[in-house]
């Protein structure tokens, strides 16, 4: 057997099915500003957690390379990152107030399995105050939004350099 | 136990600024509400649903049209071409977690809407969809809207 073996090569990559921002440049300048206020006032570490956990359910590539690269960045364990997709079977690795923000953040992604349970966010509300619970509700409510861009429009991972957008 | 109804006005400024820009972009206030009711529908938005059905008859949608929005599919001559594929464009942006966008669904929207039109119309899917969230989360009731 050869040591020098060519490498087998990745699939292509394909190009975003469509630029949305160019094309909507006010709708996008309205999800930056968006962005900027939802979870302000939230512990940005949680807040990174939230968003990988939301673009996992809803299977956003660029979500996924954008969050976890600014998570790492943000010195933020490659464990943690990992582990986000059983998190329910490791619970070990969160805080239980992280693990009430990630029951929540599945249950408000995934509204078509019938609401947001009540225990659910019994639990959400005894780990975070009024103010700070609607600031995580709103900073779930926003990652879905980028999640349902980047998932209709097809906009490809591995381009996205940590901080690019901050 | 009651849920929060606190909403950061910031917050909800910066999404009446994203629901604007979208329906502006978009152009079609009538086919914007039927998007609006079929993703609030699929997502259980009781305030939501309040708030589009009684916007879509106030720009004088129709009964049959508002009715049968949660069948489009198995109807007949209700729902243009271009409604229809806008239709299942919503659905498939609103259940992302059965599996992305299917290409049929998209090309069929691509066929319709120009490159513009499609940016707004998933804006406007994507930010009915922040709504739905917002207050499905916070089980705000029905009935806030002033017509």
Known sequence: ?166 | MNRTQLLDPKVFRAMAAVSAAAKKGLGDPGLAELVMIRASQINHCAFCLDMHLGLAREQGESEDRIHFLSAWEETEDLYSERERAALALTEAVTVLTEGFVPDEVYEAAAKHFDEAGLAHLIALITVINGWNRLMVSRRVPPGGRQP
Not at chain 1, 87 to 94: D, L
Not at chain 1, 104 to 112: E, K, M, W, Y
Not at chain 1, 138 to 165: E, K, L
């Open chain 1, 1 to 166: 057997m050869s040591t020098h073996e060519e490498p087998v090569p990745y699939a292509p990559e394909e190009p975003a099915r469509l630029r949305w921002a160019q094309h909507a440049p006010e709708v996008y300048k309205a999800m930056i500003q968006l962005d900027a206020v939802a979870g302000q006032g939230l512990d940005p570490r949680l807040r990174e957690l939230v968003k990988i956990r939301a673009s996992q359910v809803n299977h956003c590539a660029r979500c996924l390379d954008m969050h976890s690269k600014d998570a790492l960045a943000a010195g933020e364990s490659v464990e943690r990152i990992i582990q986000l997709g059983a998190w329910q079977e490791s619970r070990h690795f969160y805080t239980e107030k992280e693990l009430a923000a990630l029951e929540l953040t599945d249950a408000i992604t995934v509204l078509t399995d019938g609401f947001v349970p009540d225990e659910v966010y019994e639990r959400a509300a005894k780990h975070f105050d009024e103010a700070e619970l609607s600031r995580l509700i709103a900073a779930i409510a926003v990652i879905n939004a980028w999640n349902r861009f980047g998932v209709s429009t097809r906009t490809p991972a591995g381009h996205y350099h940590p901080g690019q957008h901050k």
